[in-house]
T-cell receptor
Framework: AQSVAQPEDQVKVAEGNPLTVKCTYS??????LFWYVQYPNRGLQFLLK??????LVKGSYGFEAEFNKSQTSFHLKKPSALVSDSALYFC?????????????FGKGTKLSVIP | SQTIHQWPATLVQPVGSPLSLECTVE??????LYWYRQAAGRGLQLLFY??????ISSEVPQNLSASRPQDRQFILSSKKLLLSDSGFYLC?????????????FGNGTRLTVT
């Protein structure tokens, strides 16, 4: 079975500082990894994905994520946080085997950017 | 481009009443379709997914059901709502042929069972 862990329920950073939201995963075979953002009372928006290739993936709104196979991690990063980045962030994983219809989501990390 | 529509946006229903939430996708064919429930603004629970018309997989036993009467239409139903059915329901789609494609979500339905 595949799983995702987001060890921090909440992350607080000052505006302009770099931010990191952590994610580790467990899956059989090669992982497909995703980050989503959710604003209050809205659906999830896709930010970026890792499929294969370069371990540093760039996505929307200046976000990037670093894939580390040995640590089974896929941390979300941004060099300079904005107040508007405050939201709920979800990491998700999908396996590459047959029947990989499902994305498994972490429990989410609430990011608060302090002005 | 592809769009996903989900309605209604909010719904207040009494215990024991029926439920019907609808989701449609435009601009693609044969998508994989999903229903998730999000409780207390946090984790997502996969309820149902469908890889084709009339093909429904249920992930959790409950008093909810899903149907896919058309290729791009996905319906979540209940005959009798429970208080515990309250939550934020999200419909999503992804390309049906590639497992590395992301899910695309609708804006959700906030259901309150009273």
């Amino acid at each position: 079975a595949q799983s995702v862990a987001q060890p921090e329920d909440q992350v607080k950073v000052a505006e302009g500082n770099p931010l990191t939201v952590k994610c580790t995963y467990s899956v059989s075979g090669n992982p497909y990894l995703f980050w989503y953002v959710q604003y209050p009372n809205r659906g999830l928006q896709f930010l970026l994905k890792y499929i294969t290739g370069d371990n540093l993936v760039k996505g929307s709104y200046g976000f990037e994520a670093e894939f580390n196979k040995s640590q089974t991690s896929f941390h979300l990063k941004k060099p300079s946080a904005l107040v508007s980045d405050s939201a709920l962030y979800f990491c998700a994983v999908s396996g590459s085997g047959a029947g990989s219809y499902q994305l498994t989501f972490g429990k989410g990390t609430k990011l608060s950017v302090i002005p | 481009s592809q769009t996903i529509h989900q309605w209604p946006a909010t719904l207040v229903q009494p215990v024991g009443s029926p439920l019907s939430l609808e989701c449609t996708v435009e601009g693609t064919s044969n998508p994989n379709l999903y229903w998730y429930r999000q409780a207390a603004g946090r984790g997502l629970q996969l309820l149902f997914y469908s890889v084709g018309i009339g093909q429904i997989s249920s992930e959790v036993p409950q008093n909810l059901s899903a149907s896919r009467p058309q290729d791009r239409q996905f319906i979540l139903s209940s005959k009798k709502l429970l208080l515990s059915d309250s939550g934020f329901y999200l419909c999503a789609w992804r390309w049906g042929t590639t497992y590395n494609s992301p899910l695309h979500f609708g804006n959700g339905t906030r259901l309150t069972v009273t």
